[in-house]
């Protein structure tokens, strides 16, 4: 029995009073069927390769579509280090011939793909035509959900990865800001329209400390952004996991249209 005002030790690794999950084998349970299979786009870094990793964790079967081919490698491998089954495709989300046969694919060796996460897209750094970037990153979830909903199961689920710089105007380029907003556009029109078939939900990062966002996080502007951040840092790439993996999930199974936002508190000091 223990004595009042005790506590017991953290586990090994965790700062006390840390909540951040791990991926392993203490992961909160969120009920997917062991076996199903989810697409994860972008899945090379950042967001995508630790929601393909939080993915595997939950008994998913994991295929992972990137451009990078040497980055998709590398979490392939890291996910079967850990027990996890993942099908690797290096695919460029804006190429619909693509899009086809890597679902094809992974349709063929594993059988219907339930859930979708379209996180593939351009850094919010990148300097790009605005034409372009609105149909590369709007077009391609368009192209690849559509694609995907021809063959989806019952219970399909979707999450879009769009950002806070979609529902408030900050420092983001122009396009990316146009783009993401449209990105949350979409996924209520999906959630509305097309609720007999998917229930369509979207994420809404911050400051996420991802190789992509590094540079801008180090810069005057980027330090005055996270001097705004009522949690004082980044958030890190399995904290947006996790709330992707939630949306995805039954536990979230009366959640359609939400628009989840994850930016430590940004979004109420603005």
């Given amino acids: 029995m223990r004595r009042p005002g005790r506590t017991r030790p953290a586990s090994p690794g965790a700062p006390v009073g840390d909540p951040r999950p791990g991926v392993g084998a203490g992961a ?57 089954v993942v099908d690797p495709h290096v695919v460029d989300v804006a190429d ?76 983001a380029s122009d396009w990316y800001s146009a783009a993401k907003a449209a990105i949350v556009g979409y996924t209520r029109h999906l959630a509305a329209h097309r609720a007999d078939v998917v229930r369509a939900n979207a994420v809404a990062p911050g400051m996420v400390d991802t190789p992509r966002l590094r540079g801008f996080a180090e810069s005057p502007t980027g330090q005055s952004v996270l001097a705004r951040v009522p949690s004082h840092r980044m958030a890190t790439p399995d904290e947006i996991a996790w709330p992707i993996l939630f949306l995805l999930s039954p536990l979230a199974s009366y959640v359609n249209g939400a628009v989840l936002v994850v930016d430590g508190g940004w979004t109420v000091t603005q």
């Fill in 96 to 171: 619909e011939a693509a899009v086809r046969a890597a679902l094809s694919g992974t349709r063929s060796a594993y059988g219907p793909v339930r859930h979708l996460v379209n996180n593939a897209g351009p850094s919010s750094a990148t300097e790009l035509d605005f034409d372009h970037a609105v149909r590369l990153c709007v077009g391609s979830v368009r192209s690849v959900t559509r694609a995907w909903l021809e063959q989806a199961p019952p219970g399909a689920t979707l999450v879009n990865t769009a950002s806070v710089a979609g529902t408030v105007v900050g420092t």
């Fill in 28 to 84: 909160p349970r969120l009920g997917f069927r062991t076996g199903d299979v989810v697409v994860v786009t972008g899945a090379g870094s950042g967001i995508g390769a630790a929601t393909a990793a939080a993915a595997a964790a939950q008994g998913l079967v994991v295929s992972a579509w990137d451009l990078d081919a040497a980055a998709l490698a590398a979490v392939s491998a890291a996910v079967r280090a850990t027990g996890g």
